[in-house]
Each structure stands twice: as C-alpha cells, then as structure tokens.
C-alpha cells in the first residue's frame, strides 16, 4: 500500500512517525512523510520518503514569547490560526499533489484537518494519531486538570466537549479556507469530531501513549479508537556523542537531564540562571539541552557539573542520567518514563499541563510546578524529592511496562484488524520465496 502521512510540527510531533513508517515499510508498504523541510533528515536518515510543506514552528512560536510566558493560551491559539490561514492554500496544493496514489492517509495535530480532507476529497480513509487524550470520557478529566480534584463523569464529558470546542473556535477558519480550496463542503459549527467523514467513511483514531500513563477509558469505542502505546524511533546504534560528552558522561555519578525541547520563552538568560542555581543548590550534576531556545549557554559558563549540548537522542541519553526535568512534551514523557526515570515537568501550553498531572497521579513525579512562580529553591526542593526511594521504584518499574508495550507493533495490528492494513498473517508467500527456501 502507499500511505502519506501528515505531521506539521515539531520534532516531537515527526519523531514517531518515522518510528510508525519504518514499521509500516518493513512490512512492504510504501511510506511518505509529509512536513516541514526542518525534519528532513531526521525522515531520511529513517529510510523513509520525504514531501516537504510551508511551515515552520520555530519562527511562529518565536513571535509569541510574551504570550508563552504568560501562559496566555488564547493569545497563542489566535497567532496558530492566523498563520494557518496564511499557509493553507499552499498546503493544499501541496498535500494534493503529495498524495497522489495514495491508498491510506494518516494525519496529526495540524496536519489531522489537513490529511482528514484531503483522504476525503479522494475517497480513501484516514487515520488520526494524538498524542494526548481528547477523546470526550467519563474517567478522563480535561487538558488542564486540578491536582487531587476528582470530578463526576458527566462534568468530564463536558469539559472535554467543552475544550475541544473552544479549539474548534481557533481552528474553524483555517479549516473553512482549506475546504473551499477542496470544493469540500464546511465543517459543521460543532466540529470535525463526527465518527464519520462526508463520503461515510469511519474515522478512526490511534492514541501513541502508553496505557500505563493513561489507560483506554472503557467508554471509548474499541472500533475505531485505540491506545497503543508509545512508538519509538531508536538512534542508539547510529548517533554518536562528541568525545566531550562521552566523558562527562562517564566522569562522575549519574547526571540530572534538564532540557525544553521545542519550547521558548522570553527572557531565556533569566530562565538559564534560574535553572543552574537550582542545580547548584541540589549539589548535582546536569546536562541541560538548550534546544530551540527555552536555555541559552551563559558566556562565562565554566561550571565543571554542568555540560551544555543542543539536543541528543532520548535513547541514548536518558538510560545513562538520573532523572528528568523537562516541560512536558508527550515525546519526553514517553522517553523518560520508558526509561524508568523519576520526572519534573516545567509545562508551557497544551497537553504538557496534562502529563505533568499524570506523571504525579501514578507516582514518577512529586510536584506540579508553574512556570509562573518557579523559584530555584522550589526546583531544587522537586528534584530531591523525586530522588527519594520512591520515585526511583516507580519509575524503574514503569519503564519495565512501557519497554514491553512494543506501540508500533500494536498499532499496525490494529490497522490489520480495523481492515485498514492487509493482514500479514493472511498474505501468500512470494514465489520467488517459494522458489528459493
């Protein structure tokens, strides 16, 4: 089969899906990954076909600093859907022409209204992957829950319908430019949360966590919804880390890993210093990964405990630190808690404020913090406490669980068994097999 798939974002959010590709590949499907030119070689190196969109995270997110550091939600939501009215037509030239042939798209974040239409302007079916749950249930509270707030179902299903409506709101221009450009007919007020597409085709929706975060709610359909578990895309055997970083590594007791990954923020010298005093006061070690932004190298840096590197692959680095601080990314989740590590979250926007309330309901981290009143002393305090006996066991115990969950292999059995994939069980052998035992 040929299968396009659509993830528009950070390299959080194109990181699994060379993970799901190089599954889908191995089984003898043709996969094309279709995102910004940023990921290029992440895709590549993954022995995968690229097709570059317009778009580019890092600028936009640049521009809303101010907001960011707020934690003014609305004000980000506003600057993503002006600038996804302003890339639409060319994505849907683009996604029009990258899916030719295609048998079966699949589509995430801002590519799953993109990749949803054009499966349906073609008559194909579509599958749509998240990271966190958005799925309305009875058990699941909504993205930003209380902490030991326990809320009766129904005001649950509420808040989620709730929640996702209030994205629609955002959404709902972009989507209505991008359908006129399709001959499509508009979204509905309420969404484009229906079980079925224009043409009646199912929709369905894989969930890549782990059901040990968050387990599958027993009022999701089971038809058309599954948890898989996380799927990875290992660089162990190929990434190698500068001689520099190798020895520190190996110089002294397991460091902290403290990084932000694609996040940013507006004063991020303050944000360093505020994050090297902590470490100071805690008497450990870190390597802290500046990644997009969120931490910048201090000119006079000579700290011997401290190592600066831009980003490393989570599964080389994590096996070798202690625990990490980081903002919540479902990516790092993931990593870290398949790395058996006790966990911090700092959390920026969205579904990060989701997963540090997880990590701390099933006992991996101690303490929700805001970014809005993080002092050093109370990072420091977090980080000796997740260090306790505790929260070493927890954690070590979950990454044994998330370790044997092996998502991308559950996922492609539940594209077989949803009739989306052909069944690998069920295929003849190849003659030239036959022929040649």
Not at 153 to 175: E, Y
Not at 278 to 283: H, K, P, S, Y
Request: proline content about 7%.
């Amino acid at each position: 089969m040929n299968i396009v798939i659509f993830t528009i974002g950070t390299q959080g959010d194109a990181r699994p899906f060379v993970a799901l590709g190089r599954g889908l590949k191995v089984r003898g499907h043709k996969v094309c990954i279709v995102t910004s030119t940023r990921h290029k070689a992440l895709i590549i190196d993954g022995g995968l076909d690229f097709t570059p969109i317009e778009s580019d995270f890092a600028d936009l997110m640049a521009q809303e600093h101010a907001a960011m550091d707020k934690g003014n939600q609305l004000s980000v939501g506003r600057q993503m859907a002006k600038a996804l009215c302003d890339w639409m037509p060319l994505w849907v030239r683009q996604a029009m022409e990258a899916s030719q042939g295609a048998d079966l798209i699949i589509g995430s974040g801002s590519g799953t209204p993109l990749g949803a239409s054009i499966a349906e302007k073609r008559g194909i079916s579509f599958v749509q992957a998240q990271f966190m749950p958005m799925t309305p249930s009875r058990s699941v509270p909504p993205l930003w829950p209380s902490p030991g707030l326990r809320l009766p179902g129904l005001i649950n299903l509420g808040l989620t319908h709730a929640a996702r409506f209030l994205i629609w709101q955002f959404l709902s221009s972009p989507v209505a430019l991008m359908r006129r450009e399709l001959e499509l007919p508009p979204i509905r007020w309420t969404g484009p949360w229906a079980e079925t597409d224009g043409n009646g085709r199912k929709r369905y929706l894989l969930y890549a966590f782990s059901r040990h975060l968050q387990p599958q709610p027993a009022d999701w359909s089971k038809e058309r919804i599954a948890v898989t578990g996380s799927w990875f895309y290992d660089q162990t055997s190929t990434w190698r880390p500068t001689p520099e970083l190798e020895a520190f590594m190996t110089s002294g007791p397991k460091p902290l890993y403290i990084g932000f990954g694609s996040m940013m923020c507006g004063n991020p010298e303050a944000f360093t210093d505020l994050i090297l005093k902590a470490v100071r006061l805690t008497g450990r070690r870190a390597v802290i990964a500046t990644g997009w932004g969120a931490l910048r190298i201090p000119a006079d840096q000579e700290e011997e405990s401290v190592f600066f590197i831009d980003n490393a692959p989570h599964d080389w680095l994590f096996p070798r630190v202690s625990m990490a601080v980081h903002h919540g990314g479902a990516g790092t989740v993931a990593s870290a808690a398949r790395a058996g590590l006790p966990q911090i979250v700092i959390p920026f926007l969205a579904d990060q404020f989701y997963w540090s309330w997880r990590l701390q309901e099933i006992g991996v981290s101690p303490v929700l913090l805001s970014r809005k009143t993080l002092t050093a002393e109370k990072l420091a305090l977090a980080i000796g406490r997740a260090g306790s006996r505790s929260f070493v066991e927890t954690a070590s115990r979950l990454g044994v669980l998330v370790e044997e969950e092996h998502g991308v292999d559950r996922a492609l059995k539940t594209l077989e068994n949803w009739g989306l994939l052909p069944d690998q069980n069920k295929l003849e052998t190849p003659r030239d097999e036959e022929a040649n035992p």
